[in-house]
């Protein structure tokens, strides 16, 4: 191993056991206090600082192959020669499918088996082999389609008639063994499943995050000040429904209402009680201290969405007309002829090296935040039932292994957004050059600077390496160029649903300062359906 890749691998190391640690304080942060279940955790855990530390290879790739060129003259270094190159790459490779081969098997296996195995716990006596066997029997269900996903991966055929294309990189993408088909396949349909993942929580959260954090909370007094008239109206109306009907039977639907009210007057007290103590406690002043820091960070991070969604909309425009092939093989592109400004920071901070393993980085953590905030706001629905509520010290164990999903599974489509839609120059051959100049079977640029460009996928092969997480990834685009196609139209859903999430963010209100107390609730969504409902009655009395 070179001194290069000993650096890379070393500062790799430490970010990925930096973001293990940040998926165990994420997850003690969001799993319920009472209703705890270790495997259940461990398995969340592990899952996401996995597919973290998947997608953090990405900049260890494009260092390695960035430093193999001397960027004065734009040929190959002394010590990069095409076995050292090899080395490298084969490296990766095996780092790429070991983590990729995880990720399939904590999805269709790990994550199944102890969501399951959680569910076959009852207050009866039960041996944990009844609930192992019981489990197994429902995890066998997704056991059997990664199977039938990695036999039909195993067999399937390239693109029946490739596009002629006189490359050397396109030539090479159509080479493939079948282990490395199989395996890219079942990553192929995860990535796919994350894209619809991306659309239905990453988009919108990509605004509400950054726009909750610049309308902050309701001010504490304003919102002590409704509950407690919203408190005084429901008591008045108590008041009315049992003046009327003394020494005589209630109607049912006056009753109804009554309990309803009852609840509702429970509620609020508690909310106001809480109200209260949060005026007098340190925390609340601590929040008002760093309150102008939270919207500077809100701005910092909206201005940074913004960035990333002009990014993706110029990199898929940019595709119609520049595309290699069309959608003949998925739409992959050669070389940005847009300005795309993501890209752009990431070839210029590649030269100081970590600067850009840092962004990155933070990029990830950021597109996950986004993710997390809108699966908080949305809630792990199917169809129009919300099935759980990610809530803080109060998210059952299911929820938090279907939330590991959906984070996997986004993190992981992550990984071709960031490849081929955000960042494509950087992703494919970082800040790698080429002397585009030869005299006499050799390549001079020392009298001619301006000759020395960017590589692409119309560079020399023996100077320009691509990325080994690109190879992967046009590799699946062209021999499926179904996926290239699904996943070329999904960002431009992404982009609309951007578009609307990010208005409703706009008009939505500030978040409320107490959240109600889980645990003393029966029926939390009937309970907040019935606040929204009273509170608009009492407003329109009001008015």
Not at 169 to 191: H, P, Q, R
Not at 228 to 256: C, D, F, H
Not at 318 to 335: H, L, M, R, T
């Amino acid at each position: 191993m070179t001194a290069v890749e000993g650096i890379a691998w070393t500062v790799y190391g430490v970010i990925a056991v930096a973001l293990f640690l940040f998926s165990a304080g994420f997850t003690r942060y969001f799993q319920n206090k009472y209703e705890t279940e270790f495997f259940a955790t461990l398995v969340t855990i592990l899952s996401l600082g996995l597919v973290f530390s998947t997608l953090t290879i990405l900049p260890v790739d494009i260092f390695l192959v960035s430093t193999t060129v001397d960027q004065q003259t734009g040929i190959k270094k002394e010590w990069a020669t095409p076995e050292v190159i090899e080395t490298m790459t084969l490296t990766l490779r095996i780092v790429y499918f070991a983590c990729y081969g995880l990720i399939t098997v904590f999805s269709f296996l790990m994550i199944p088996f102890a969501y399951f195995y959680y569910e076959e716990y009852d207050d009866e006596d039960q041996s944990i082999k009844d609930r192992i066997f019981g489990a197994l029997k429902y995890t066998s269900f997704f056991v059997v389609i990664s199977i039938l996903l990695t036999i039909f991966g195993l067999f399937l055929k390239p693109t029946s008639k490739p596009p002629h294309i006189d490359l050397d990189w396109f030539k090479k993408l159509l080479t493939d063994n079948n282990g490395e088909k199989a395996i890219s396949f079942v990553v192929a349909c995860l990535i796919l499943m994350g894209m619809l993942v991306s659309i239905a929580y990453t988009a919108p959260g990509l605004s509400l995050l950054p726009i909750s954090l610049i309308k902050g909370r309701k001010r504490i007094d304003v919102e002590g000040e409704d509950v407690e008239n919203r408190l005084i109206a429901a008591k008045e109306r108590q008041r009315v429904l049992e003046s009327s009907y003394i020494g005589r039977n209630m109607p049912s639907r006056e009753r109804r209402e009554l309990e309803e009210l009852q609840d509702e007057q429970r509620i609020l007290a508690r909310r106001l009680k809480n109200i209260q103590q949060d005026k007098s406690s340190l925390y609340h002043k601590l929040l008002q201290i760093i309150r102008p820091f939270e919207i500077l960070l809100g701005v910092i991070l909206l201005l940074t969405t913004l960035v990333l969604i002009v990014s993706i909309f110029m990199t898929i425009v940019d595709k119609i007309a520049f595309a290699i092939c069309g959608s003949q093989c998925g739409y992959v592109i050669n070389n940005p002829n847009v300005f795309n400004p993501i890209n752009y920071i990431f070839v210029f901070l590649s030269k100081i090296f970590p600067l850009d393993y840092i962004f990155m980085v933070c990029l990830i953590v950021y597109f996950f935040l986004a993710t997390m905030s809108g699966v908080i706001a949305i809630g792990i629905r199917f169809l129009w039932l919300t099935l759980y509520r990610i809530r803080k010290g109060a998210t059952a164990p299911q929820g938090l292994l279907v939330s590991a999903v959906l984070l996997t599974l986004s993190l992981l489509a992550l990984n071709y957004t960031m490849t081929t839609t955000v960042a494509p120059g950087y992703a494919h051959f970082g800040s790698q050059v080429y002397c585009n100049q030869t005299e006499n079977g050799v390549r001079d640029c020392s009298n001619d600077k301006d000759l020395i460009v960017p590589c692409d996928v119309y560079g020399p092969t023996e100077i320009c390496t691509p990325t080994v997480s690109s190879t992967l990834i046009d590799r699946i685009l062209v021999n499926t160029p179904f996926f290239g196609i699904f996943f070329y139209c999904s960002q431009w859903v992404f982009l609309a649903v951007f578009l609307i999430g990010f208005a409703i963010s706009i008009f939505r209100k500030p978040r409320n300062n107490v959240d109600a107390d889980l645990q003393e609730l029966v029926d939390e969504e009937e309970e907040e359906g019935l606040l929204e409902r009273r509170g608009r009655n009492y407003h329109a009395i009001e008015s």
